[in-house]
Structures are given as C-alpha cells and as structure tokens.
Nanobody, 122 residues
Framework: QLQASGGGQVQPGGSLRLSCVGSGFRMDYYYVGWFRQVPGKEREAVGCISDSGVSTFYSDSVRGRFTMSRDKNTVYLQINNLKPEDTAVYYC???????????????????WGQGTQVTVSS
C-alpha cells in the first residue's frame, strides 16, 4: 500500500515536500515514480527514483525545481519555486518491474497511492 501526503495550497514561488510511504512491502526494493494529473488531462510523469536512490529521472517541465529522495519506506518529492501550472493531484506509484528506461510511463505501474492535491495560486 502507498500513501501520498504533503500537498496543500501555496503561493507561486513557494515550496512543498510530498511524501510517499509504503507499507506491507519492502519499498526499498522498488523504483518509485511520481505523476501528476489535472482534470481532463492524462496523467503526466514527474519523475522517478531507483530502488537505491542513486538514479533519478525528471521530466523537462520540473527538472531543476523538483528533487526526489528516499529513506527506507518513504520517498520524498521536494518541490521548489512552485508555479501555477504545477497545480495538480500528485500520485506516487511503484512496481517491481519498472526501470529507469520505463519509469516515466504510467502504464508500467500496478501500485498507486491515493494522490495528494497541490494548488499553486496567489
């Protein structure tokens, strides 16, 4: 089971740290991906982090502002310099068979958290 949290409403330029906690399995054996979705649009990859935490992938739209890290059964998504276009529901996901080459594809993941809302507005 995955549980995402940490969302909220912030002003442009602000920061948030999202958390994704895994329970019932050894999350440190798995890649974890972050995705976001706005109503009426497809789920968009934000990035992913390898099981070891050494390798990461970020989409072009967030690279340089978003940073992923992990500690045991928790994966963090630090979001800085938030923009209104970052407003979305953010989801974490995991799957044993995901690799760095495939981790930006939502259909590669079988296990999803429930999502946490991030709203950026002044």
């Amino acid at each position: 089971q995955l549980q995402a949290s940490g969302g909220g409403q912030v002003q442009p330029g602000g920061s948030l740290r999202l958390s994704c906690v895994g329970s019932g399995f050894r999350m440190d054996y798995y890649y974890v991906g972050w995705f976001r979705q706005v109503p009426g649009k497809e789920r968009e990859a934000v990035g992913c982090i390898s099981d070891s935490g050494v390798s990461t992938f970020y989409s072009d739209s967030v690279r340089g502002r978003f940073t992923m890290s992990r500690d045991k059964n928790t994966v963090y998504l630090q979001i800085n310099n938030l923009k209104p276009e970052d407003t979305a529901v953010y989801y974490c996901a995991t799957d044993y068979y995901v690799s760095l080459a495939t981790c930006n594809r939502a259909n590669e993941y079988d296990y999803w958290g429930q999502g946490t809302q991030v709203t950026v507005s002044s």
